[in-house]
């Protein structure tokens, strides 16, 4: 897989999916995702895959901005597996005001030691812990977002199982970037 790849899906006026590139059904195959290939997305709406409370509402936001003033939005964001560091951008675009078009590409990868929290296989405690869906840094009790590696090291009891699960939403660092990058709407 080449660093340029690119990683696309298109939605229609409806928030549909109705593109996906086979650099994307890749990318998904190789991420334990399988159940995100062969044309299965085609047709589904793009909210059923994002986060309710925060990540949503802030899609909207990107969205809305993209479909009115035609100018496309590049925003960065991390998508880290337990043994990988993924610095990624996603390009947001639209000519027309309804398409969408989503498009990815890797900036950096880093391997590092298997977070086994991040795991979809390991067992799971009820205990919560605030993750950015964009950074992926965690927002412990009474600290500031910090990486995963960091609250890690600081709490061992999050290095066993059972492990905590995440919510996602969006840090202030992640927010005041995204408000400051969106374009001015026409008047
Ligand atoms: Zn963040």
Known sequence: MSDSQKYIYAINANDRIDYVNEAFEQFARENDAGELTDGAVIGRSLWSFITPNGVEEYYRVLLNNVRETGESLTIPYQCDSPSLRRSMRMRISSESGEIVQFTSWLEKS???EPIFALSSKTNKSERLIHMCSWCKKVGMPGKHWET????????????????????HGICSNCLAHQEKSLKKVKE
């Open 110 to 112: 880093e391997s590092r």
């Open 148 to 167: 995963l590696e960091t609250a890690l090291e600081d709490n061992p009891d999050l290095v066993h199982e059972p492990y905590p699960r995440f919510s």
